[in-house]
């Protein structure tokens, strides 16, 4: 017992002499890691059980993970004066979240992966009607280049389009409106607070639509579940510590690797190989979020988006 707590104590200790920078990178990294592997286990029960309730069983297992921190605080981080607005974001997020599981049931997960970084030109067009913030032509040119970048893996015309392409774009662009809600809310709210009644709503809103669909499922099944729930939790909680660890810009370039790991899963276990537009389109698609973000940064102001965002998952 003395030698893996000694073990432990050593890499706690070696953790802590790295930079801030490097403790976001690799909590980047392992963000993409959970990330891609909770939507292969996603794509993997739909097989056996409606997207709509392995979703439910997401955010119920999510749900939990969270109790210990409520109860730590005694449910005082539920207070708050804008629970109609918090309600609002929980319906668009749920909303966004039965379409990108539904399109992991039914496109290759590299597509999924690639068409959902359109969320951040999603933000960055809503910041302008909804927020009022001013745009540059650079911006535009940049916002149109992510658009493009979509029309080259949908290649609408030449390919038929299938419903899964469209559910991501829907649940990009749904989950574009959520991020705003998220910025309007926290000019008055914690970011505990709005995590807190993400949670509650999304476990209760996704009760309906899981109880209309229900499938039984086995002791197997429930497990592959519970992995879900638990890899959803640690990508989520990656994510929000490497953001507080360093600069949001020096992470992004490596959010790029979840369409890497998520190739990588669709090819060894499902037999989807992406096609070029997929990688093309991605790399564009990519690349103008990333120049919003840093001419946001080099601008010396608050970013007008968030320049890394999480799949509604």
């Not at 709509?52 to 955010?59: C, D, K, P, Y």
């Not at 539920?78 to 039965?98: F, P, Q, S, Y």
């Not at 916002?143 to 015309?157: D, E, N």
């Amino acid at each position: 017992m003395r030698a893996p707590a000694l073990r432990l104590q050593g890499l706690t200790a070696a953790w802590g002499k790295q930079t801030p920078a490097l403790h976001g990178i690799l909590l980047m990294c392992l963000s993409t890691v959970a990330f891609s592997i909770m939507h292969g286990l996603v794509r993997y029960v739909s097989e056996g059980l409606p997207p709509f309730q392995i979703a439910f069983f997401r955010n119920i297992f999510g749900l939990a993970f969270l109790m210990p921190l409520l109860m730590r605080s005694r449910f005082t981080v539920l207070r708050t004066r804008r629970i109609g607005l918090h309600a609002l974001r929980g319906i668009v997020n749920i909303v966004a979240m039965l379409m990108f599981f539904t399109a992991l049931s039914m496109s290759p997960l590299a597509k999924v992966t690639a068409l959902s970084f359109t969320a951040p030109i999603f933000m960055a067009v809503l910041a302008v009607l909804v927020l009022g913030e001013r745009f540059r032509l650079y911006r535009w040119m940049a916002i149109a280049l992510g658009f493009l970048g979509m029309l080259i893996i949908l290649r609408p015309g030449l390919v038929a389009l299938d419903t899964g392409a469209l559910l991501v774009l829907g649940s990009a662009a749904l989950w574009a409106v959520a991020m705003v809600i998220i910025k309007v809310l926290s000019r008055t709210e914690s970011s505990l607070t709005i995590v807190a009644y993400m949670g509650i709503f999304l476990g209760v809103f996704s009760i309906f639509p899981a109880l209309w669909v229900w499938e039984p499922f086995g002791l197997q099944t429930l497990g592959w579940l519970v992995l879900i729930g638990l890899f959803g939790t640690i990508a989520q909680m990656a994510l929000s510590q490497s953001l507080k660890e360093t600069d949001p810009t020096a992470l992004m370039p490596f959010d790029f690797l979840k369409l890497i790991w998520t190739a990588l899963i669709g090819a060894w276990f499902f037999a989807e190989i992406p096609d070029i537009y997929t990688w093309v389109g991605a790399a564009v698609i990519f690349s103008s979020g990333l120049f919003i973000a840093l001419r946001e940064r080099r601008s010396a102001r608050r970013a007008v988006i968030e320049p890394i965002v999480p799949p509604p998952g």
